[in-house]
């Protein structure tokens, strides 16, 4: 069975974690799309211009496959990874953690550097408030202006938030419809008389 909800960040949070002299400040950041990233991203590498790495994971979505992990410059493994492990092991998602290295002077090794960028991005995430949300089906429905605001109740009954309408010759909608209420929600729609979806597609 498919999970029906899912935990992310309810607000950006940051942490810092010293050794030996260098600096690893971890920012966490709620996301919901991968254009996200460069968002956060570039605004951090421009207000510490002096760091030496930026390094960066973030997950998306709840099936798993949506994520990356980036080392810029460290050693392969060392840095994204274990930013990207440590969003996991919090059970998150939608997030993006990036870790900015001020170079203290003394090399940690790999082994320093995977502790060093784990511990940074654990405290913040830990720092951070969460929330649950829900799974969403995005829908697009089509009706004549007749069903209109039949098919408007039928998803505020059922929590479906709609992002487009466009009201032409006849109503289109995009909902996004709350996975535990997908069934019932899209089985009122087709009861309804000159109801029609057209296309169902994963959010």
Not at 132 to 155: F, G, K, W
Request: overall charge neutral.
């Amino acid at each position: 069975m498919s999970a029906t909800r899912y935990t992310t960040l309810a607000a950006p949070a940051t942490a810092e974690f010293k050794d030996k002299g260098s600096r690893f400040i971890a920012h966490a950041y709620p996301i919901v799309r991968v254009e996200d990233v460069k968002t956060h991203l570039d605004p951090l590498r421009e207000a510490h211009h002096k760091a030496r790495h930026w390094c960066y994971a973030w997950r998306l979505g709840t099936d798993g496959n949506q994520f990356r992990a980036n080392d810029d410059g460290e050693p392969a493994g060392s840095a994204g990874r274990p930013i990207l492990g440590q969003i996991d092991s919090a059970g998150l998602t939608d997030v993006l953690v990036i870790v900015v290295r001020y170079f203290g002077g003394t090399l940690l090794g790999v082994p320093g550097l995977i502790h060093a960028y784990k511990t940074a991005t654990a405290q913040a995430l830990a720092a951070a408030q969460t929330l649950e949300q829900d799974v969403r089906q995005t829908v697009q429905l089509r009706c004549d202006y007749p069903h209109l605001s039949e098919a408007l109740r039928i998803a505020k009954q059922h929590d479906a938030e709609v992002l487009q309408q466009n009201l032409q010759l006849d109503c289109r909608l995009l909902l996004a419809v709350p996975l535990a209420q997908y069934a019932a929600c899209t089985q009122a729609w087709l009861q309804t008389r000159a109801m029609m979806i057209n296309d169902v597609l994963p959010e």
